[in-house]
């Protein structure tokens, strides 16, 4: 009754390492669900030398994925390399050779999805990629599947767990920045080079995917506005708590009125009486508002080995359903469901500056009189409208904080109205841009 | 490109009108999505005369089931009559012909799932069923594929919209029950007869739909504990708050250390931060704790046209997607994926008495010196540890409110106690019995 299958993992890490010791100690209960083993018959690795804590036999060790493509009982590779020069040119050899991939990698779907789905349409190979996003929440087959037949109105998700333990110790512990970095590190939560998980290209990345899957086709990143939580202050919190809001590094996704389609990842205040708000520490959340379903969440724990290898599981059983299907019938696959669907409907992208928020600003400002004035006719002149100003005492020396919560205004609006505002001998640094929603 | 499949829709309220509108006007976004058009050529209806808010041409109605099956065409039925009889018959009839179904049937699921899914596998034929559970939110094709890797340590699921509605207005407008349900009933949110939502026995049904997901086996209705809202008053949703609980009616799922399966249904206070506290309103929610994913959570509307309609559609293009694969291939199925696996890794269930928890004990009782003392005796006897109690002024005449929070102890246990208890002259009513519980 339970057919076992060839597998190879290309790449062990900690996510590698999770699912082969899954499938070693805990894959009997797999097997009664699903009625499917699977056979790990050989892992890519780097470094054939290197001390790990989970030890497969080193027979099943190479550092060359194309040895992979030579046995032809590994009928499913998992794709766990990272990067986007190896894992591109395994992805792509592995569709062309028929064999299914279950991939993690969203740097690389981001950046060619496009190809990399269009190939796979060529080859009627479906491609699974659970793991690519929010760790272990289901959010790619919820929207492709479960969704399917809704118009998808916005998706608002924190989608980097190190950014939101950063911010949720912020917000809690009152810590700078600094600290809590050093408090996500020592915990492991940040890597060494945290630097793409906070500078906003994490979430960027994973946020197109899911704008993909929303709205059928693949958003370029070098389109979108990608602000990290670097230029977050303890004061940032302080005011925008005392406005009523969290802040968030918030990927911002949704169609606008013409159908074209925004794409957002910024720093941004939400109101602290939503549910997203309540998301901290390491926790993921994505927001899904679709036509069908009205408002949708899923929460869950976004990184880490058990909850990413709990993805890839999912995955693997999903193409052993594929392959399966494909032996009984004895020819071709179950064409269609490459588990990507291009289509037309939406199709352009917004530029990022023509999309319109509300903003949070602040500015270091010379503590004397006239400053505000100044400020908000600037902001005036370019016709944004101001929500409300705080200034508060000024905290040390001759320098003061202006906060200003402003109405609607395109980015590019606001870009520029700050870019003369800035040249204001009375504005001592670059203004501090985040977004405001209501989510 | 875009292939029309012939389906049948048994049953025509609201969400099977949903269902149609939406392909009617909606369909152009599904097709280019998933390749699928469907054709609706048959309505199983009970009144062919009823006026319509969506009017199909009379010529697709028809008030005999049977004829459904007599369309070769008809490749998938969707079975929204809802009951135990007509429904089971024609699930059973459909699957015996090969075509798969599409429910949103918790109470045939629940009481009949075992013999479904025993005949389902007989004939290869999978079953589709995401509306049965919370609406909108895709929590079976969750539990059932994204977390096919996971050993299930428990699920908590607010589970039925009406309950939490009236819950929800009595915690923030102090309504009590009576005028909570009314305000229900007016808004659409409670039928006609509200019965079968506020007494706990719809959130039975799906929460034994969720067990079964979870453990492999169905759990029998009659062996589990079901109590509903209707004992609970302005006075404990004070109580529980200033305890620092809300009251939800709560279905806890869970496998004990005996590898045994408690499934209990009953108001439950559980801790005012937690995320499930804050799901108000007509919203369900199902946190879901695996030991691969941890902590997950699902969120949405539970009920309703339009959210029940997204995952019948979702499900329809599963269907049609298996159906594409068996076409293609000429012959069988794409055999195993029934979308329910039956496995003895747990496999039975713990009686309702022996299940543990804490308990919220609320006593009517004379308002007289030496009360608390002997009911304090009667549940030490019974080796029932205090936590807190309460006994707050008297509000009126010459009885008082007498509220206890125990410690863990088996219903049964405590059912014992409070026999007893009632049975002293000192106490005026049946106590009432909450469980409390750490999500």
Redesign the interface.
């Given at each position: 009754m339970i057919k076992s299958i060839g597998i190879a993992l290309a790449g062990f890490g900690t996510v590698g390492a999770g699912v082969f010791d899954?499938l070693q100690h805990?894959s009997?209960?797999?097997a009664?669900?699903?009625?499917f083993r699977f056979d790990v018959r050989s892992i890519v690795v780097r470094d054939l030398k290197k001390n790990r804590d989970v030890a497969p036999p080193s027979s099943l060790f190479t550092t060359s994925w194309r040895d992979l493509l030579k046995d032809p009982e590994i009928k499913i590779i998992v794709e766990l390399l990272g990067g986007t020069t190896d894992a591109f040119d395994l992805i792509k050899a592995a569709i062309e050779s028929g064999r299914m991939v279950v991939t993690g990698n969203k740097a690389l779907l981001a950046e060619h999805g496009q190809e990399i789905f269009a190939l796979a349409k060529k080859h009627d190979v479906p491609i699974f990629y659970?793991a690519a996003v929010a760790g272990?929440?289901?959010i790619i087959?919820?929207l492709r599947?479960?969704?399917?037949?809704?118009?998808i109105e916005s998706i608002h998700g924190i989608l980097n767990g190190t950014s939101n333990y950063i911010l949720s110790r912020m917000q809690e512990a009152g810590l700078d920045y600094k600290a809590a970095l050093a408090e996500a590190a020592e915990l492991g939560y940040a890597e060494a080079d945290p630097t793409f998980d906070v500078n906003g290209g994490d979430a960027a990345h994973k946020a197109i995917i899911l704008a993909a899957l929303a709205y059928?086709f693949w958003v370029k990143l070098e389109a979108i506005r990608v602000d990290g939580i670097e230029a977050v202050t303890a004061a940032d919190i302080f005011f925008a708590r005392n406005l009523g809001y969290n802040i968030k590094l918030l990927a911002t996704i949704r169609s606008a009125a013409d159908d074209s389609i925004e794409v957002t990842v910024a720093p941004t205040l939400i109101s602290k009486n939503s549910?997203l708000a309540?998301v901290n520490g390491v926790?993921n959340a994505i927001a899904v508002k679709?036509?069908?379903?009205?408002?949708?969440?899923?929460?869950?724990?976004g990184a880490?080995r058990?909850?990413t290898?709990?993805?890839v599981?999912?995955d693997l059983?999903?193409a052993a359903?594929a392959l399966?299907?494909e032996k009984?019938?004895?020819?071709?696959r179950?064409?269609?469901?490459i588990n990507f669907?291009f289509?037309?409907?939406y199709g352009t992208s917004r530029a990022a500056a023509d999309i319109c928020s509300c903003y949070y600003l602040r500015l270091t400002v010379e503590d004397q009189p006239g400053v505000l004035g100044k400020i908000a006719t600037l902001l005036g002149d370019a016709e944004i409208g101001i929500a409300s100003a705080i200034q508060p005492e000024s905290l040390e020396g001759s320098e003061a904080s202006l906060v200003f919560m402003t109405h609607q205004a395109s980015y590019g609006m606001i870009s520029l109205a700050l870019e003369k505002i800035q040249k204001l001998s009375c504005v001592k640094s670059k203004p501090v841009v985040f977004n405001v929603e209501a989510v």
């Open positions: 899954y805990q009997d209960l797999l009664e669900r699903s009625g659970e272990g929440i289901p087959q919820s599947d479960a969704f399917v037949g809704n118009r059928g549910v309540s926790f679709g036509d069908l379903v009205g408002d949708a969440l899923f929460y869950g724990r880490g058990k909850p290898a709990s993805s599981i999912g059983v999903e359903f399966k299907s009984i019938h004895g020819n071709g179950d064409k269609g469901k669907s289509h037309s409907l």
